[in-house]
């Protein structure tokens, strides 16, 4: 009997004010957690196969998203996939500059934005809309675990977190979360969930909880029951 197909673990870190912000209303986020939160992203890093963020994320910060425990490149390094619906991230974006793999999932984009990003090195995969229109979110997993990618680490905004938290295949949040309140004008970690019912809340379990430098690094598992 042939096993069924291999699906990818999703673990989604967030990193937060104590009210659960990820940024003024100006949009200034750096620094909200500290030195020790950063490091131990670093660390998850190294320990997934692929990093998974969104084109605002790309936009508004111009990451790497490599793997530097101890400020250095670790050897192994995860791929990046991108959810962009309409492939506006920068060819010249920092990403590209560290070699590796770059997917650049898209909805609906025109053909010179799908050429400029595939000269600066991502591959472009179109997939199925979500109902905002959006790449599928479980669509790029479902590819991504194709590709043997089955530990997917989300490190983006507020939009993606909340198409993972949709899509019912969060497995595990690591949040770090600093002593600092930002206030109800901040920019939060979830967008709306259009819940009717708090039965149709996604509910973790929380397995840990310990200090990282000055902030919280909590974790939580998807709760089965």
């Not at 190294?46 to 425990?69: E, F, K, M, W, Y």
């Amino acid at each position: 009997m042939s096993d069924g197909p291999v699906s990818a673990r999703v673990t989604l870190k967030l990193a937060t004010s104590a009210d659960g912000r990820i940024a003024l209303a100006n949009g200034a986020s750096r620094w909200i957690t500290g030195p020790e939160a950063r490091a131990a992203v670093h660390e998850m890093r190294a320990n997934h196969d692929v990093i998974l963020t969104g084109a605002g994320t790309i936009i508004a910060d111009d990451p790497q998203l490599t793997a530097r425990p101890d400020g250095a490149q670790a050897a192994r390094q995860p791929a990046r996939a991108i959810l962009d619906t309409r492939l506006r991230t920068p060819a010249n974006a920092r990403l590209f500059e560290e070699g590796g793999a770059v997917i650049a999932y898209h909805a609906e984009a025109d053909d010179s934005r799908a050429e400029a990003l595939a000269a600066a090195g991502a591959e472009i995969v179109r997939l199925a809309q979500d109902a905002d229109g959006r790449p599928a979110f479980a669509a790029a997993l479902d590819d991504l675990a194709r590709r043997g990618l089955t530990r997917v680490m989300v490190e983006a905004g507020a939009g993606v977190a909340t198409s993972a938290l949709r899509s019912g295949r969060v497995d595990r949040i690591d949040w770090f979360r600093a002593p600092v309140v930002l206030g109800g004008d901040a920019r939060p970690v979830v967008a709306a969930l259009g819940l009717e019912t708090l039965a149709d809340a996604p509910r973790f379990r929380r397995v840990d909880v310990r200090a990282c430098g000055a902030d919280l690094h909590e974790v939580y598992e998807r709760d089965a029951s």
